[in-house]
């Protein structure tokens, strides 16, 4: 395989690190992911990361119980970084030199979020992990997604859903008809409103002309081969999408 990007922004969920449990960490799953993770590295593609923590808490879900909704975010937040660190240690533990950088300053464990160090990092293909979303609470990590994509100059968002194989016309549990896109306009993704990711996230995407690949994570192999151009998932922007690189 060859690479099809030079520098990919990787959106995880939180509940992928969980397994099929739903909730906290899972060690051997984050192991599996991480040795995925550095071997799209070695196709020579420079990798940030978002990662979510909805395997630990929701600020909607803290919300539902009776906190604060922005204290709840916060804790969301704060979820994001517990992830964050147990990524990286496994990056680490699969070869590939990682660092993490939180949009909320905890010094004692990671670096704060400045985007020349984050492009410092990357020229050195250092693995990077943004935790803590934008910093600010009623932003998802996927509008930190879009925005940490554009500020590092990404080239794709490699959006990495878990038992999901793309974006379809409508839920395909519930409607057997559904049929899944192979590609897709902004346009179309935010006027039908097809959760391709929140409707903040995906506007910025549209804004910036940045490319999103929808795929499924779970199965192995899938994240090196969409990073390689192959055609898996649902490509979601106003341009073709590129070819695989050519074998010598």
Known sequence: MKAAFRRVLIKL???RLAGEAGFGIRPAVIADLAREIVSVQALGTQVAIVIGG???IRGVQAEAQGIDRHTGDYMGMLGTLINALALQDAVEKAGAPSRVQSALAIQAVCEPYIRRRALRHLDKNRVLIFACGTGNPE??????AALRASEVGAEVILMAKSGVDGVYSADPKRDPSARRYEVLSFQRAIQDDLGVMDQTALSQCKKNQM???????GVSGNIRRVAAGEPIGTWVADVPRPLPPAEP
Do not use: K, L, M, R
């Open 54 to 56: 909805g395997n630990i």
């Open 211 to 217: 490319p999103i690949v929808v795929f499924d994570s």
């Open 139 to 144: 932003f998802t990590t996927d509008t930190a």
């Open 13 to 15: 969920s939180g509940e």
